[in-house]
């Protein structure tokens, strides 16, 4: 059932969906779950697992799932979320309630120019199921190092599962401990860096 259907430079053709008319709805483009639906699930396992920290950056916020999830677990969390679609900020306040979560400051502008400071930094950049280029970047991954770095890569075909091999190779040369979990069709990688020992004993001691 397609709720609203518009059209973005940036992301192309967008609907919002629901399966079934009781069900929530989604933000989709193309085959894609941006917010909403699937989405919820392949981020609720890891937002256990940093739920303890004090401020987190979202890059790639989308309809605001990672946000809703975040406030939940840590309802004191100062939440920033930067997204470059207008169109992605306008249907996750008409359908998902992305104007109603607390601590939330919305950032509309690019990722990478907007890498404010904070505990955590997520990375859920997609270009319908394609991530940026600049995120495979030295010069990029090198503004986030002294993070915790939490990144989301699709993981369903050889092409993505390479270009996922060469995130984590880019990473290990700043990161002290790399972890590895698979979602669904996804792949988190979990980067803990190597000079904030408070954030890696903090992270593990939250993950046991």
Same mark, same amino acid.
């Given at each position: 059932m397609v709720l609203e259907e518009t059209y973005s430079k940036f992301s192309g053709k967008i609907q919002v969906l629901k399966t079934f008319p009781w069900s929530k709805p989604y933000i989709s483009t193309g085959f894609l779950t941006q917010s909403g639906g699937l989405v919820h699930d392949v981020w609720k396992p890891v937002i256990k697992l940093v739920k303890n920290y004090n401020s987190y950056l979202i890059l790639g916020l989308s309809?605001?799932?990672? $946000?809703? +999830?975040? *406030?939940?677990?840590?309802?004191? $969390?100062q939440i920033?979320?930067?997204?470059?679609?207008?169109?992605?900020?306008?249907?996750?306040?008409?359908y998902l309630g992305l104007d109603k979560i607390p601590n939330l400051k919305i950032i509309v502008g690019d990722a990478q120019k907007n890498i404010v400071k904070s505990d955590v930094i997520f990375i859920d950049l997609y270009i319908n199921d394609t991530v940026p280029d600049?995120?495979?970047?030295?010069? @990029? +991954?090198?503004?986030?190092?002294?993070?915790? +770095?939490? #990144?989301? *890569? !699709? @993981?369903?075909?050889?092409?993505?599962?390479?270009? $996922?091999?060469?995130?984590?190779? !880019? !990473?290990?040369?700043? $990161?002290? *401990?790399?972890? #590895? /979990? /698979?979602? +669904?069709?996804?792949?988190? #990688?979990i980067a803990t860096p190597k000079i904030h020992r408070e954030n890696h004993t903090q992270y593990h001691q939250t993950a046991s």
């Open positions: 309809g605001g799932t990672l $946000a809703k +999830l975040i *406030h939940k677990a840590n309802p004191e $969390a920033t979320g930067v997204e470059i679609d207008p169109a992605m900020i306008y249907l996750g306040k008409k600049f995120v495979y970047s030295k010069k @990029f +991954l090198s503004k986030l190092k002294c993070k915790l +770095l939490i #990144i989301n *890569h !699709l @993981f369903y075909d050889d092409s993505k599962k390479t270009k $996922a091999q060469v995130l984590i190779k !880019l !990473l290990e040369s700043c $990161a002290n *401990h790399i972890e #590895i /979990r /698979r979602v +669904l069709t996804n792949l988190i #990688i």
